[in-house]
């Protein structure tokens, strides 16, 4: 069975930078499409970034592009988010999902889920 472990997150400044892992165990990632979502304080989840099985498209939400990137390690079998430039608006509780190839922006499509990192971004 997937099973997925976020980490990396903590306290950022302003304009700095954290990269967060999600790591795959029990299955290989060769099948899934893994996006990172986030979810604030009275605010609705919402997809962050994506990258296909294939790794060839990566998705990101406007506000994060030019800032965080997507990466997947093949052979240690994981997804990287690497944020730079923080904003106080990323502060929020992320996580990362699996879905069989595809990505989407809806979390419907998404069958395995890691339990969370905390991202708080303050001077």
């Known amino acids: 069975q997937l099973q997925l472990v976020e980490s990396g997150g903590g306290l950022a400044q302003p304009g700095g930078s954290l990269r967060l892992s999600c790591a795959a165990s029990?299955?290989?990632?060769?099948?899934?499409?893994i996006a990172w979502f986030r979810q604030a304080p009275g605010k609705e989840r919402e997809a962050v970034s994506c990258?296909?099985?294939?790794?060839?498209?990566?998705d990101y939400l406007d506000s994060v592009k030019g800032r965080f990137s997507i990466s997947k390690n093949n052979a240690e079998n994981t997804v990287y988010l690497q944020m730079d430039s923080l904003k106080p608006g990323d502060t929020a509780d992320y996580y990362c999902?699996?879905?069989?190839?595809?990505?989407?922006?809806?979390?419907?499509?998404?069958?395995?889920w890691g339990q969370g990192t905390q991202v708080t971004v303050s001077s």
């Open positions: 999902a699996a879905n069989f190839y595809y990505c989407s922006a809806y979390m419907e499509p998404y069958d395995h």
């Open positions: 990258i296909s099985s294939s790794g060839d498209i990566k």
């Open positions: 029990g299955s290989t990632l060769d099948f899934y499409a």
